[in-house]
């Protein structure tokens, strides 16, 4: 297991000097940033379920399923903006464009504390859930263009403790306003002030600090030297060059078990914990809880502080668990033991005749099980590493498809007026938790058949394997055939310089091309 005790430190001891000192930049304005922005997305989300149980309600003459369709009207917001986001993030300079899209965000949440009308809140939240859209998928596929895969577990763990971070923050500060009037404005409007506060001052900080994808950097804050090494570690660990958008995109996802696999398991494991992820089931919970006498057992602030408990156990589970996943080198193990304590947490509020107890250690339950979420986009990242395109497909695809679940599920399964008892909302959760154990076998199941091909193709000719996706290992059977055994290089697989000098190699031309930045290192050597 040393390899694997290796992995699971936070700089491994056989890392450079230069290498240590460029990753401790890439954590700090990569992964800085990107947590920043992605906390902030969900102190703004959040803020709407804490002002709806501190007085916003009453104020805007809120009923029934109302607070589930401003929820689904951010949905709808993000869910539009999707595909056109995606593009225009590998087409404008990201440095600018997500902190942009986080300043407009910001002014829409701002806007939320004056609104005198359910019309308008639906309004607010639209623009807020379309200005948002870029910032989960552009973040999420930026770190990992940084990281090499033994460095993305507790990455994208830190990555994605800040959603629950936000919940928290979200709730503490509204639970802190209670009984503030200032300005006459309620401590509800106060909210999403202090949130836009928060927000616009990060959007300054990505303007000036985040550095783009290695590719693209043109950051004053790396040397040139620390720009190729951070390009040539990952080439190094496996990651290809990135292809290009073409027509050939469409196939290989298409074409790929990832792409199908994970956006189902995706989906799963988010939805299934729906009850505890920062949703309105556990505040409505608290709510509807009364003492002897028929008197709400909770203040408002207490319920806005104790709703912050299933964000709180999120993070640390999340931590601990890539870790030892980067110890352990898979992801499934502990996506196991999050879908059985989904499953189980699920399980006790379907039946809801428990104690008060057994019910507060099933939200618990489900917000530990949240915490592992992020590994579903490790692993998908992962076996993904020969097709940079593909993989940002496949993330941006689990998110628009959980943006859809997320608006037309709530509004059939989850209604409001059927809180606290959810009955078909946890009728849905269990199912979802027991499929979603099915699909890891499976995906185990794909993911060694394609270590084996490699495997064996590169013993064929005569290489150190390395670990690729399914399609590069058809694009080098293919070629391993074409020419009678002899393995070549071709525009869709990249091979180091030692084995192109070993091996016939074709379009020699591109070839150069592509690697001219390592001839030029190696002429100086």
Not at 293 to 313: C, E, R
């Amino acid at each position: 297991m040393e390899l694997g005790a290796n992995a699971s430190r936070w700089y491994p001891a056989d890392m450079s000097i230069e290498e240590r000192n460029l990753v401790r930049k890439i954590d700090a304005m990569v992964l800085g940033y990107c947590c920043l922005a992605f906390f902030t997305k969900y102190l703004d989300i959040s803020a709407l379920n804490n002002a709806y149980v501190s007085g916003m309600q009453q104020d805007l003459g809120l009923e029934k399923n109302q607070l589930n369709y401003i929820n689904a009207v951010y949905q709808v917001g993000y869910l539009l903006f999707q595909i056109p986001s995606n593009i225009l993030i590998t087409r404008l300079p990201s440095q600018y464009y997500l902190p942009t899209a986080e300043i407009m965000w910001g002014l829409f949440t701002l806007g939320t504390a004056f609104v005198k009308s359910y019309n308008q809140l639906l309004a607010l939240r639209f623009f807020v859930g379309f200005s948002a859209t870029a910032c989960y998928v552009g973040c999420l596929h930026i770190v990992n263009c940084w990281y090499k895969k033994s460095e993305l577990g507790r990455r994208n763990a830190i990555y994605f403790s800040a959603m629950p971070l936000g919940t928290m923050i979200a709730g503490y500060i509204q639970g802190g306003l209670v009984g503030v009037t200032a300005g006459g404005l309620q401590a509800w409007q106060w909210l999403f002030i202090v949130c836009a506060i928060i927000t616009i001052p990060v959007a300054v900080i990505g303007m000036v600090f985040f550095p783009d994808v290695p590719e693209k950097t043109t950051s004053r804050w790396f040397t040139e030297k620390e720009k190729l090494m951070a390009f040539e570690r990952l080439q190094a660990d496996g990651f290809e060059r990135s292809k290009g958008l073409s027509r050939e995109l469409v196939g290989r996802v298409l074409k790929s078990w990832q792409f199908y696999t994970f956006v189902v398991m995706g989906n799963l494991f988010w939805l299934a914990p729906y009850a505890a992820a920062g949703t309105p089931p556990f505040l409505l919970w608290l709510q509807g809880l009364t003492d002897s006498s028929g008197a709400p057992k909770y203040s408002v602030a207490a319920i806005n502080n104790i709703g912050t408990a299933t964000s709180v156990v999120s993070i640390p589970a999340a931590l601990i668990t890539a870790i030892y996943s980067d110890w352990r080198q898979n992801r499934w193990e502990m996506m196991l033991f999050a879908g059985l304590l989904m499953l189980i947490g699920n399980v006790l509020l379907l039946v809801w005749n428990v104690s008060f107890g057994g019910l507060f250690a099933a939200f618990m339950l489900l917000g530990i099980a949240n915490g592992p979420g992020n590994l579903v986009v490790v692993w998908a990242a992962e076996t993904f590493a020969h097709d940079l395109e593909a993989r940002a497909i496949t993330l941006a695809t689990i998110n628009a498809t959980n943006c859809m679940l997320y608006l037309v599920i709530p509004l059939g399964a989850w209604q409001t007026q059927d809180a606290p008892r959810y009955f078909a909302g946890y009728v849905s959760s269990v199912c979802m938790s027991a499929v979603q154990l099915v699909l890891i076998p499976i995906a185990i199941i794909y993911q060694r058949r394609d270590e084996k091909k490699f495997r064996d193709l590169a013993t064929m000719a005569g290489i150190e394997p390395i670990t690729f996706g399914s399609e590069a290992s058809d694009e080098i059977e293919r070629e391993i055939k074409k020419h009678g055994g002899e393995l070549v290089v071709t525009d869709s697989v990249e091979i180091s310089n030692s084995i192109a000098a070993a091996y016939p190699v074709e379009h020699e031309s591109e070839y150069l091309h592509q690697h001219a930045k390592e001839f030029e290192m190696l002429e100086k050597a």
